[in-house]
């Protein structure tokens, strides 16, 4: 398959640090890791518990490990989470990051993830790009062009700063802070697939962070192939930026849509959930913007391309940030347009904007927007972001 849009690739040399950072390996790639130091895959569930469990990153307290192993990993392996840049706590409890993944301590090059709290449930937004190269019209991420893909270690290492952060604090729902992810920060997951199918499976691993795999929601902008692949190798909830319910539009506002239309988007949603539980749909994300495609006539077609297909429809009032050129309707326009899906039976909600005063919503995750040169995914090489990792790949 050649069309995942992303950066050239990173020589091995450049892209492996000296050490291993251990978030950056699923359980089958920790066993791998150890069996090569001469060690038994045990180790890998007794270290994958000591991090991702009690959140130690200190070999020496790894009590269960021999002395010599304790001694000996440090020199092998690190655990190392991103450094917080800035922290911003909003008024209605969302709290966002600015994160600098590897040493690099440039704020232009930083990611954000986003802690959405409420009443039941903790949802963490994460990021799995610095940039992204699929240029939608409204996103403020899409503007910055593609910068890089973040690796398995930076994804993961957001999940488990915010989680024991948030647990230092008290922040917890049971044993955990955080019960659901979703990845619909920074980046298209599916751009970066072999990085993000690792981070998934530690997201599932009940030696990882044990959450369910209808609390991991992949967002995607509609990379066909890739949907495909995601349903054969993990099991995740699947959420699609649809933002227009014809070619012509989509065209526009997802740039991506002239690769993959409808049509091909469509049957893939399809096959997604095809053989799933009777529960399973998915959810269409779709972003209201004034007077673009938040008319009756949007309405009524979004009910005759949606059909009878098992589906929850997401709509996310535009959030503003500047020369966007776009505006975010009216309240009245909004509640019009949900009322008209809900009379056709869609199931159907309006995304509540959170962290308002810290810049914390949909498509704002973004440093500063200038500063960096715009490239279009038309004028990327495409490449090939092959399979997952293997497991040896270390
Ligand atoms: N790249 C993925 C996931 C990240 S974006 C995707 O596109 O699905 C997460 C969601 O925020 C997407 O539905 C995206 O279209 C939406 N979004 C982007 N910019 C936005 C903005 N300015 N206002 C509202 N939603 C926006
Ligand atoms: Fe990329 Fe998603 Fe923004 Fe589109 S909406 S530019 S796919 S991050």
């Known amino acids: 398959m050649s069309d995942v849009v992303s950066e050239p690739r990173q020589s091995r040399a450049t892209r492996r640090p000296a050490r291993v950072n251990l978030f950056g390996l699923d359980r089958e790639a920790m066993a791998s890791f150890f069996k090569r130091h001469g060690e038994s895959a045990f180790r890998a569930k ?30 092998i392996a690190e655990i190392c989470p991103p450094t917080r ?62 910068n890089r893909n973040l690796t398995t270690a930076e994804i993961i290492g957001q999940v488990w700063m915010a989680e024991h952060d948030l647990r230092a604090q008290g922040a917890v729902h049971g044993t955990r802070a955080l ?21 998934i499976r530690i997201l599932l691993d009940d030696y990882g962070f044990g959450l369910s795999k209808r609390r991991v929601t992949v967002s995607t902008s509609g990379l066909v192939p890739f949907m495909d692949r995601l349903r054969e190798e993990v099991d995740v909830a699947l959420a699609v930026s649809l933002h227009a319910p014809n070619d012509d539009l989509r065209d526009e506002l997802v740039p991506i849509n002239r690769k993959y239309p409808l049509s091909e988007l469509m049957s893939a949603c399809d096959r997604y959930i095809e053989g799933k539980e009777r529960r399973a749909h998915v959810v269409y994300e779709y972003v209201l913007l004034a007077g673009v495609n938040d008319q009756p006539e949007h309405a009524r077609e979004l009910v005759r391309l949606l059909g009878n297909r098992p589906a929850k429809i997401n709509l996310i009032p535009f959030n503003p940030f500047e020369g966007s050129g776009y505006d975010r309707p009216a309240e009245s326009v909004i509640r019009a347009f949900q009322d008209l899906l809900h009379a056709r039976g869609l199931r159907t909600t309006v995304r509540r904007t959170r962290g308002d005063d810290i810049d914390a919503a949909c498509g704002q995750l973004v440093g500063r927007v200038a500063s960096r040169q715009k490239r279009h995914f038309r ?5 090939v972001e092959g399979a997952a990792k ?3 790949g270390v």
């Open 179 to 199: 019960t659901n992810i979703v990845f619909m920060g920074m980046g298209e997951p599916l751009a970066n697939y072999r990085e993000v199918i690792p981070a």
């Open 390 to 392: 293997p497991a040896s």
């Open 85 to 146: 840049i800035r922290e911003q706590s909003s008024r209605d409890g969302t709290r966002k990051w600015l994160l600098a993944v590897t040493q690099d301590l440039d704020p232009d090059n930083a990611i954000e993830a986003v802690y959405i709290p409420e009443a039941d449930r903790a949802t963490l937004c994460i990021s799995s790009q610095i940039g992204c190269a699929l240029d939608c019209s409204f996103c403020a991420t899409g503007k910055q062009g593609l």
């Open 46 to 75: 007794q270290v994958m518990q000591w991090i991702y469990a009690r959140g130690v990153t200190d070999f020496s307290e790894m009590t269960d490990l021999s002395k010599k192993l304790r001694e000996r990993l440090p020199e």
């Open 379 to 383: 004028d990327v090489p495409i490449r």
